[in-house]
């Protein structure tokens, strides 16, 4: 072969890889060019997410039309689907899809006849769910050729792929991003304490045993206690138990005195300032005798032995609960001794430590919001028919805090005393701010982000500047728009899916 045979084949082949190469690039560019549109709307009961080919008289368009029931963000998997698309002259092409051809997937196929540009109109009928979507500026071109080149938009940020049937597996939620009304408010500090009427703790008055057979009844710990119940037995020693027979022999004495002293004063035996002396010393020792008998059993008890015993009756100073029982049977007591810890939790105090450099705008609260350990839900001191008792008039020379006293009903028992707690105590300033619930808001590394729902199956993780939080929710500064939907539910598996390159297999997607 010649030199220049083989300048001639070595230059075709060059020719034909780059014939080649230029093909490849036009059948890419072409598909690219003719990429299909894809549509997410929000009504009050329904999410839209639509895709479909670019539209050309005469060709049949299958749409995927992706149907979300906003009561609880799960597939519409039942119903009639309409589809009317109308011109501006009054031209309609109408299809229908009869039910999902998947779960929440409606197929409608179309043909149409006119090119121009369509609004469309989605009545979905059905018991699960019915409601009427409209969509405007369908484009429908007389050729091919027509179809605009797609061009590359930047949109500034990364979007992250979460498909819809990823979406319907989990509990999910969004909501949209709009003003609320919010109460500033100052961090403190606080502790679940107990209302200091509603909290005993029961000593032993005297020395004894608490005996077994006396003391079957002694009320288990979280048992509900009423006041005046009797909830222990303690037999004093000899010498406790003679010296109150004194006291009741001592109170029979003056009873009897003054008895016979109102016959001798009737009789004009003795003159009144003896009855009144008969009678304030009866009152005394009676005052004196009350105060045991309440709790003393003079009755003939007797022991195992048949010898007449007196046994003191320990009883409960309020309604509540048995906190605590610090003895046991058998034991021997001594006076002042604490046996039992008994908390009526019907109503509790929030002390919050408020730093003093910020107690003046506190001066006009009446509310707090709070969390304790083991509750994600945060709890309102108005809400729970609490009110504000007091503001501290000390400050605490180690923390440079201010005590401020809520008290406040505990329903179910649900706050319990010693709880540590997250405290927010309310200022009188309020402000109309974008707001977003709390549950939307993610640390990232110290930096608080939300996932916008940008598109049906596209999420954006936006970094947020916020403000005061009150209710739940919490203001915006920067981050996200008015009217942008935040995922409040499913946060988490959007964010994994962010650190995911690749779609999930056997995501079963019907495009």
């Not at 969509?135 to 979460?162: C, K, M, Q, W």
């Not at 502790?191 to 004894?208: D, R, T, Y």
Request: proline residues 5%; contains cysteine; glycine residues 8%.
């Amino acid at each position: 072969m010649s030199r220049q045979a083989i300048y001639l084949f070595v230059f075709g082949f060059l020719i034909g890889i780059a014939g080649i190469g230029c093909h490849s690039h036009d059948e890419a560019s072409q598909e690219h060019e003719h990429e299909g549109t894809s549509v997410t709307l929000w009504t009050e009961k329904t999410e839209l997410f639509m895709e479909y080919p670019p539209l050309v008289v005469g060709e049949e368009a299958a749409f995927a039309v992706h149907l979300s029931d906003l009561s609880d963000f799960k597939p519409v998997t039942q119903g009639q689907l309409t589809c009317i698309f109308t011109k501006g002259d009054g031209e309609q092409v109408t299809v229908m899809a009869d039910a999902p051809s998947h779960p929440g997937i409606f197929r409608p196929v179309v043909t149409f006849s006119e090119p121009g540009e369509y609004d469309l109109e989605l009545r979905l009928e059905g018991s699960q769910v019915s409601d009427v979507i409209r969509v405007a500026d369908v484009r429908v071109y007389d050729n091919e050729a027509h179809i605009p080149h797609a061009e590359e938009t930047a949109s500034g940020e990364e979007l992250i792929t979460f498909l819809k049937e990823q979406q319907w597996k989990i509990d999910f939620r969004t909501e949209s991003v709009k003003q609320h009304v919010l109460s500033a408010s100052v961090g403190a500090v606080g502790e679940i304490l107990p209302k200091h009427s509603m909290h005993a703790q029961v000593p032993a008055p005297v020395n004894g045993v608490i005996l077994a057979d006396q003391n079957e009844r002694i009320p288990n710990l979280g048992s509900r206690v009423s006041k005046d119940q009797v909830i222990a037995v303690i037999s004093p020693p000899a010498n406790t138990e003679t010296s109150l027979n004194a006291v009741r022999a001592e109170y029979l004495l003056a009873k009897a005195e003054y008895e016979r002293a109102q016959r001798l004063f009737e009789k004009e035996a003795v003159p009144q300032k003896r009855l009144e002396e008969a009678r304030l010393k009866y009152e005394s020792k009676k005052a004196g005798f009350d105060v045991i008998a309440q709790q003393v059993d003079f009755g003939p008890l007797a022991n195992d032995d048949g010898v007449s015993a007196m046994h003191f009756h320990l009883k409960s100073p309020i309604d509540g609960i048995v906190e605590d029982i610090h003895f046991h049977v058998g034991e021997t007591v001594a006076p002042g001794q604490q046996l039992f810890t008994i908390t009526n939790p019907g109503r509790i105090l929030l002390k919050a430590n408020v730093p003093v450099a910020r107690i003046a705008q506190i001066r006009e609260t009446g509310d707090a919001a709070f969390k304790v350990e083991g509750y994600e839900k945060e709890f309102r001191v108005g809400d729970l028919n609490g009110k504000l008792i007091s503001i501290g008039s000390l400050v605490d020379e180690k923390s440079r805090t201010v005590p401020v006293i809520f008290e406040m009903a505990n329903p179910e028992n649900v706050l319990k005393i010693g709880m540590f707690a997250e405290v927010r105590v309310k200022t009188s300033e309020t402000v109309e701010a974008l707001a977003i619930p709390n549950s939307a808001i993610f640390d990232d590394n110290g930096t608080p982000v939300a996932y916008v729902h940008v598109g049906g199956e596209s999420f954006a993780k936006r970094v947020l500047e916020t403000g005061i939080t009150d209710r739940g929710y919490m203001q915006v500064l920067s981050g996200v728009s008015a009217g942008e939907r935040v995922v409040t539910v499913g946060g988490y598996q959007v964010r994994l899916a962010s650190l995911s390159t690749s779609v999930p297999t056997g995501h079963g997607h019907e495009h």
